[in-house]
Structure formats: C-alpha cells, structure tokens
C-alpha cells in the first residue's frame, strides 16, 4: 500500500477525539498514541546545543536520572564561525544520533533566525546576520539530524528576532524585504534540507500570530513553498482555536499541563461540533503527522515495521565530532605581536584569568540548555595540556553576583508566558557589597599579572548565560561586572595579556581593544570548548574560524537601530529594509570593531588568478599557503548590486605549509543579476 493511500487510510479510521490527541501536547514534550491503530506518540526534545534533560510529563520538574548526561555541543553561532560545510553536517550527525539514542522523534533545532541586532538574547542559539551562511550551514546540519530518523525543526517561523515581548511583540516590515531577506532563508532550507518539520514563532507578524497566520502557514508555507512537513507551535504560541484550526498548523506546544484544555483539544472538539470549524482541516493536520512518522520510520506503510536507526548518545565519535567543530570555530581576532601559538616547552609558569576560565556554561541559556555528561572550561583545557610541567595559577579577576533564584526550583519555563522578561539582569549595580567584591578581585588580578613571574596571562571574559538567554535581551552591548575597567587596567600591566572573549554575540571592546596585541573570540563552545581554545592557544590547531556577525563598536551602529528599532514590546519596525549587518555598515562604512567575515591565522595565505564567469555563476581562483603553518583558509565571494554588498559565495579549503590549490566557487542564481562579483573578504 501506498503512503498516501496508508494515510487515507487511518485517517478514515481515526476517530474525532483520536484526531485531536494527536493535535496538541498530552506532555510538556510528547502528544498521546492511538494505540488502538498503532499509532505511536510524537517524542519531542530541545536543543540545537544537544538534547536536553528530560522533564516530568506534567510538571516543569526535571526527572534527576544518572542516564540523561549527554553531549554539549557548540553553539550554532560556534558552527557558523566554523564556515564548514562539512563540520555542520557532522555536527547535525551528532546531534541526531544523540537524539534517537534518547529516544526522540523531534529535535526542536536548529534556529536559523538571523543576528538582526546584537541584543538578542537568542543570538547564540543562531547561526548568523547573513541569510547566506546561515542556509549554507543549516541544510548540511538538517541533513546529518535526519539522518538518524529524527526530524529536525527549524525555528522559529518567522522573524522571531527578540525576546522583549517575544509573544506578543507585531513585527512590520515591507512584505518584498520579508520574503528576500527574512523568509528566503526558511525557504532555502527547508527546499534544500527536506527538513520534515519547522515550529512557528511566538511573535505576531502583520498582526497575525505567527502559529495561527494564515499568510505565513497557508499561504507562503503550504500553497507557495509546498511544504507537507509538520508544522509545530513555539510552546504557547497558540492564541485562538479557529485561528489555529484554520491556519495550517498542525501541533499546538504549550508549557502548561491543563493539555485537555489546549486551544486544539476540547475548545476545538466543541467548535467541531458547533459546525464552527470543518473536521476535514483536522484531518489535514493529521496528515502532516503521519506522514512524519512514515518518514521517521515510526510507521510502516507495508506489512513490515519499518527498521529505525537506533542512535547512540556520549560516543566517542560524537565528542570528536564536537571538538573538531570547537576547535575550527576559534576565531583569531588579533595577534600583532605573533605571540601565539605559546609554545609550552618555554613556560615555567602561567596565570590565568577571569570567570569565564572556569565558569561552566551548558546548563543556562533558556531551552537550550544541555544536562552536559562533562564541559572542559577553558581553565581545565589549559591545565590538562600542560600538565605537571608548568604551573598554571588562576585567579578570578571579576565574578557575576550570586544567582537570585527567581523560580524556587522549578524549571523557568513553567513561569514563561506569564514574565516575559524573566529575572532582571543580574549586573549587581548598586550592590555596595558586590562592588566591593569585584575591587578585591580585581586589585588581586593586577597584583598578579604584574607579578614579573608569569611566563604568559590569559584572560578569560565575555558574557555567559544570564546575558545570552532565552526570555529576554541584553540592554546594551557592555562587558558585565566591570570587565571592560578590568580588562583595561590589566593591559595597562600587562600588555602582551592573551584576551579571549566568549559570548553569543558582539560586545563592546572599544575601551581596551587596541591595548590588547592578542584576542580571541570564542561563541559558546561545546563540552570539550576548552580543550579546543588551549590546543589553538599552544598550536596544535591552527585557528581558521570567521565572524559570522558584525562586532560593532557600539549597538547604534547596527541598523536595526540605525534605521529601525529593536525591543519594543508592541511593535518592531524593519525600517532598515534589506540592510541587515555588515549590508548596511558597508554601504555607509561605518567603522566596527571586527568585519563580518574576519579572522586571522597562524599562517598566511595569498589569492590570485581570481576569474568571474561572464554569467556571474562561478568565481574560479588560486589560494596558496605562503607561512610557515599548515591552516584553512576561507575565501568568500560578494555579490554587490549596487545597493549593498552580500556574501554569495564561499568555500574552506586545507593548504600545508607552502601548498597552492585552484577553488571554485558557485554563484546561486539569486545572485547573478549582481553589478560586480568581488572575491575577498569584507
Ligand atoms: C521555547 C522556545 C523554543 C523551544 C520550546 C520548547 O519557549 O522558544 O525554541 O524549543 O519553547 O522548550
């Protein structure tokens, strides 16, 4: 028997109440089974940083188990610095066989909204600014998820840009901008990933909530794009039950557990009922459902049970697929005085700084956080290289304030509809003791980076997961608990101190940065992250990573402040059009901090023989390692239409020491119609 003619089938035998369990959540992560026609319940799971912890079915209360430690994988903001195609498929690999050997149907990843401001608190749970190397390195990533019969879903459906009234803030933008710059990425990726579900967004759009819009899920999704994958709510970002019936949403997620009372469960059965709402547009839902669990192999068409793959989660091989993203994701920002790599056989002694050496990340950040079988900080990966040979002393430098617990132990998400900005910001403004605090760490820092005795200091700083977080944004792009004074004085002592900042998005350096002859940017980097940063800082790895965002000097840079606006909490306007990121800093050269696209390497490596074909299709040239490391370069191609400059083209490629390779680089059609085709970086 056929698919279709399977699905026809059941639906047909389904009864109404049946048809409904399957519609809405029965759980805070799975809906109920029709076990009476074998029909399985759908197993979701965060995140796009590995699968997270699970809760009780009806409580936001973690269930505490020895046996659901997993992987901690980098950030998609880490994999997008890694510009590696092939990284990200290994990397969607990971996360799916991680997925399925925890007995997931759905993973709720990978969030390909774009970096529209640096505020957002989201911004580390996203690839990029740029629509481009956003789709580029989502679609392998999909690929490698489903790979493991696990769905990947991509989120959040559409223009879920910021967290500041994130379920209720309306976003306006001229439609043409919307499809060319915002839903074109959705578009690529699901076309190119055959991703088989995508979740639509908390925030309204046009007026319409985005899980009941009819423009977004009928319209663009169902009879423009063809989509027939499944199509999730964010967990509450249902409204209305003929709005979401008639829109072409087929799950709604909430994180409450009255889930009888959801707007697709009796509210809708009543509505049936009244004639309000025709049944055939749940069976339509249902469908969609199906069909994802005949692709997941859940379900078999034929007499056989389909053989699923099982999965695996805490392989070696998925840890080694998470270092290697971690370690090409490092990005070199300077090194004027070609102080790195160190090399360890010189020191008797190091010092290192900062809390953000130690502090572990993998449990914050909202829905993304990662119940993390171990995370190596920075400070363990240094120590576990060195060894017994070289003493390494750690001192703080600066610490955040202690933690308010704001949600007396249960999860934060059970309280997430109702505060949308949760816990304020916990700056520690204005707490003389705090303030005190930090000026004993910070005099006990200089004190010692001015100690003659180090060898080498390094400096570990950035943000962490009470700044890059989901429910609420940043309310600036400054250095938190005084760094930026610390960092500052530090140098001041200690001029060849190794900066290395760690955040989900850029933040202001201006104050110290040319100070510092040496810097580091790291995004939240997975469970072996510090094993990555101290083998690229001791040379055993070569750092190739890439801005995947703008680092602006100052968030009035950015255009969605510019031109538009950010964090309103009833509307947000897109008056910056198509400038998005470094389209916009370009065009009015702006000066920023560090270049979308940018970052160094141990070696040098030199271009030439760069040739556009006349159709504007592909950009051939000759890359040639001229230093003395082996490394990876990666060339990117402009498109400028003569309005803006935007990537179309790039491609990462291994040279040894002295090695030259020829590189072809295809143009998207998309691109084609462009004044000039530039090969270079920014
Ligand atoms: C959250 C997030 C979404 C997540 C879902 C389930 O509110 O917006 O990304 O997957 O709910 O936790």
Not at 586 to 592: Q, R, S
Request: aromatic content about 8%; hydrophobic content about 35%; charged content about 30%.
């Amino acid at each position: 028997m056929g698919e279709t003619e399977f699905i026809d089938k059941l639906v047909n035998e389904l009864t109404l109440d049946e048809k409904l369990s399957m519609i809405h959540g029965a759980a805070m992560f799975h809906t109920e089974a029709v076990e009476r026609l074998g029909i399985p319940e759908l197993v979701m799971s965060d995140g796009p940083m590995g699968v997270r912890n699970d809760f009780e079915d009806d409580k936001w209360i973690p269930i505490g188990n020895s046996d659901d430690y997993v992987s901690y994988m980098p950030s998609n903001s880490a994999l997008a610095a890694t510009w590696n195609r092939e990284l990200a498929h290994s990397a969607g690999n990971v996360l799916g066989s991680e997925a399925r050997g925890r007995g997931k149907d759905v993973i709720l990843a990978p969030g390909v909204n774009l970096k529209r401001s640096p505020l957002c608190g989201r911004n580390f749970e996203y690839f990029s600014e740029d629509g481009f190397l956003t789709s580029e390195l989502a679609i392998p990533f999909i690929k490698g998820v489903q790979e493991n019969d696990v769905a990947a879903c991509v989120k959040h459906f559409a223009l879920n840009h910021q967290e500041t009234e994130r379920l209720w803030v309306d976003e306006e933008i001229d439609e043409e901008v919307l499809r060319d710059t915002y839903l074109y990425v959705f578009e690529e990726i699901l076309k190119r990933s055959g991703s088989y579900s995508i979740m639509s967004a908390y925030n309204k759009l046009y007026g319409e909530q985005c899980c009941e819009s009819k423009f977004l899920l009928n319209k663009v999704l169902r009879e423009e794009w063809n989509y027939d994958g499944c199509v999730i709510s964010d967990w509450g970002g249902v409204h209305n039950t003929k709005n979401a019936a008639e829109a072409s949403l087929d799950i709604e997620m909430s994180v409450t557990n009255n889930f009888d009372e959801y707007f697709l469960a009796k509210p809708l059965k009543k509505a049936i009922e009244a004639g309000e709402v025709d049944e055939k547009l749940i069976d339509e839902k249902v469908r969609h459902i199906l069909l994802l669990m005949l692709r997941l192999k859940m379900i078999g068409a034929g007499e056989e049970k389909p053989s699923r793959k099982k999965g695996a989660y805490n392989t070696e091989k998925n840890r080694q697929s998470i270092y290697d993203v971690a370690s090409e994701s490092i990005i070199l920002l300077k090194n004027d005085k070609k102080l790195l790599p160190l090399d360890e056989s010189k020191l008797k002694r190091i010092l290192v700084i900062g809390e953000n050496a130690e502090r572990l990340h993998s449990n914050g950040g909202g829905s993304a956080e990662i119940k993390a079988l171990y995370e190596i900080s920075p400070l363990m990966g240094i120590r576990k290289k060195l060894g017994g040979n070289v003493k390494v002393d750690y001192v703080k430098g600066y610490a955040s304030p202690p933690e308010e617990n704001t949600n007396n132990g249960t999860n934060w998400q059970e309280k997430s509809l109702e505060s949308m900005i949760m816990a304020p910001e916990m700056d520690g403004v204005g707490d003389d003791k705090y303030a005190m605090e930090l000026a004993v760490l910070k005099s006990e820092a200089k004190k010692a980076a001015a100690d003659g005795k180090y060898d080498a200091v390094i400096f570990v700083g950035g943000l962490n997961h009470e700044y890059d977080i989901e429910g609420r944004d940043r309310k600036s792009m400054k250095l938190p608990y005084s760094q930026d004074i610390l960092i500052k004085e530090l140098l001041s002592v200690r001029q060849d101190m190794i900066v290395v900042m760690m955040a989900g998005s850029a933040v202001e350096m201006g104050t110290w940065k040319d100070d510092a002859d040496t810097l580091i940017w790291e995004y939240y980097n997975g469970m072996e992250g510090g094993t990555a940063l101290s083998d690229v800082i001791f040379g055993d790895v070569n750092p190739s990573g890439r801005l995947p965002e703008t680092l602006y000097y100052k968030v009035e840079d950015c255009s969605a402040f510019a031109l538009g606006d950010f964090g309103g909490k009833e509307k947000v306007h897109y008056r910056e059009g198509r400038l998005i990121g470094y389209r916009y800093t370009e065009k009015e050269n702006v000066p920023v901090q560090f270049k979308f696209g940018y970052g160094l390497s141990y070696t040098e490596f030199e271009t030439k023989d760069a040739e556009v074909s006349k159709d504007n299709s592909k950009v051939t040239l000759k890359v040639k390692n001229i230093g003395k490391y082996d490394g990876k370069e990666t060339v990117q191609v402009y498109a400028d239409n003569g309005e803006y400059k935007t990537l179309c083209g790039f491609e990462k490629v291994f040279l040894k020491s002295g090695e030259e390779k020829s590189v072809s680089i295809e143009i998207p059609e998309r691109y084609r119609s462009a004044k000039t085709i530039s090969v270079g970086n920014l």
